[in-house]
């Protein structure tokens, strides 16, 4: 059973809308031109009745019902989804038969065959069948639904700054070591460091109670899942997986190490690679700087570079520390200068997890299927 | 002009004592077996008369006196100094000319030719010649007076990890993204992350005045000054020079990225290393855990790896996420196990930066020189 299509504004949802990322998704739906379209606001029984400020009116957050007859699947076009995995694989069948785009934050569909892992300013083609069917649907008068999964978001983050070196050079193989934010385990992960960190300024005992690991002036191996055979969690499993999925490349091959800091939103990531062809610093910096979506801010003289607070609530992924890896030139000891060819460079990238990492990133996927 | 040689207790001055580094020399000469030696403290005028409690009875803080003629130059025999470059540079040739055998903590004489750089488990050797002199002397009723550096805290913490495997199968490459803490800096680091960090869970304004970016739930890259040639910072540039040093080697290759982060005290460091013969993670293991000084920390099934706060106050150095770098094997889509001949591995090590990455460190050189 299929809806008819909608009329010239698309009727959208933000399940998970009381969320860390899904109040993320109100403010970017707003910033991208959707502010008049008709937005509804669900989320979990416990905070029905919320209300939630949006383009200057307010939305009452209303029960999400997870029921494959849940009247809402006749009543949006798109669903933007930040409520977990579990829901996401549990509406996913029916919402869809219904008609409904799915944009789901969560990692349940992202590596399903079929299923586009998007990052609009990456991969945008590969939401060329969808956007076919969808507009051949309309002409008959129905409406067909689908999924598109956004990436993890230090995937995002780090694709934002390697693609465009990419395209240019070829990345032959990643180092990546993260930084990551309190707000990538959502508001229970923020609420967490903010108490045990006023815990340890009072000089109080500690009661971690989310992480396993105290969280105030501490850091930890990232705290998902780790397969014991590899000694890669999942997050660094997601990067490598996700990367070859979005470059649609078979040989990607990345060396990640991801750390959760005490920094309440921002994920930064040291990135250290090798490349196919020898290129340029300059030249690097060229492609990046015609790149949508980056920041480059790089002051050697004044050690001005990205930091979290840089980048926070922010929609542009920072880059600097932008530099030639004298350990991969012939001579290490040799300083190079901008016009020095070469294959190995470092780089150092910030980027908000709640925004580019999560919600701007599916509101973009939003925008290049139903323009605001 | 020398003193006559000391009687069987060295006598030790730590100058610099009411600062980070200083107070925790104190507490390891007392636990090294020091606690019963003539022990002096020294700092600014603005800290004399201060107590500081040390193996169970309290020392009053003295003026230090950086004159070339300054009493305490022939009283001591040993000084562990934990006051800068430039009370080093400015005492160095009157006090070693007095016989006082120098132990510095700071950068001054690190890459000095004829000064050794030591870790104590690493180049011991490196001791070999000004402790024969010293024999020599002391057999003609003399004293020599000499200078060994302390090497950089993130350079020790490194290295401490490396050697082993170094030994073991030779590192060609190494890169290192670094997690510093506060204490790095001083107590006016750490006194400035507590102060901002109350400032930001208060929601009041953030004050930064001893580092330029704020330091607070924020990370940056470090603050040392950068060789606007290279992209390189400071700190960077030490743990390339210093770790060709105390390896005795001209063909080190490091990229480094230090980063400052909000943790109090304990450096981590995320490592990724080529290795020139493949090895096997079974023997890395073997070989860290029969060298002195190491902890290894490593479950995967639990997900318990090396943290700052484990290593905060201790004398080891931790090291965790021990495995095979996949993207470095023949095929990145293998599995390796802990017998897989490879040359690629990753690790994270943290240790105490003001224990083994100084004061600890001064303290086993000066046992290395006169045992407690």
């Known amino acids: ?52 400020p949006f383009a ?8 999400f019902d997870d029921a494959p007859t849940a009247k809402w699947m006749h009543q949006v076009d798109f669903a933007l989804l930040a409520a977990g995995s579990s829901i996401s694989k549990k509406i996913a069948s029916a919402a869809t038969s219904s008609g409904v785009i799915l944009i789901d934050n969560s990692s349940a569909f992202r590596m399903t065959p079929g299923v586009p892992l998007v990052v609009p300013e990456i991969n945008p083609d590969h939401l060329a069948d969808l956007i076919a069917k969808r507009t051949a649907a309309a002409k008959q008068g129905s409406r067909i639904g689908g999924i598109i999964a956004n990436p993890n978001c230090s995937t995002i983050i780090l694709l934002m700054a390697l693609t ?66 590899t000694g890669a969690n999942v997050e660094e499993q997601k990067m490598l997986d996700e990367t070859a999925k979005i470059w649609a490349s078979d040989d990607v091959r990345i060396s990640a190490t ?24 300059r030249d690097i910096r060229l492609a990046l700087s015609s790149f949508p979506g980056i920041k480059i801010i790089d002051d050697r003289a004044t050690n001005t570079f990205p930091t979290p607070l840089k980048a926070s609530g922010g929609n542009d992924v920072l880059i600097g520390r932008l530099r030639v890896d004298r350990s991969q030139l012939p001579d290490p000891c040799a300083t190079p200068t901008d016009d020095t060819p070469a294959t190995g460079f470092d780089l150092f990238i910030v980027g908000d997890q709640l925004r580019k990492g999560a919600a701007q990133n599916a509101v973009q996927i939003l925008a290049a299927l139903a323009p605001a």
Chains 1, 2 share one sequence.
């Open 1 to 52: 059973m299929s809806n008819p299509p909608s009329s010239s504004r698309p009727r959208i949802a933000v399940i998970g809308a009381t969320g860390a990322v899904g109040r993320e998704m109100l403010l970017c739906l707003e910033q991208w031109g959707y502010g008049q379209h008709p937005v509804r606001a669900f989320a979990s029984p416990r905070s029905a009745g919320q209300q939630l």
């Open 56 to 63: 200057g009116r307010s939305l009452t957050v209303e029960v």
């Open 164 to 229: 465009p070196i990419h395209k240019l050079a070829t990345v032959q193989r990643a180092v990546v070591s993260t930084y990551q934010a309190a707000s990538g385990a959502g508001a229970q992960g923020m609420d967490e460091l903010a108490l045990l960190t006023r815990q340890a300024l009072d000089g109080n005992p500690l009661t971690p109670s989310f992480f396993t690991e105290p969280y105030a002036f501490n850091l930890f191996s990232h705290n998902s899942q780790m397969d014991v055979q």
């Open 258 to 281: 991801c750390i959760r800091v005490p920094v309440m939103r921002a994920h930064s990531e040291s990135v250290n690679i090798t490349l196919k062809s020898p290129t340029t610093l």
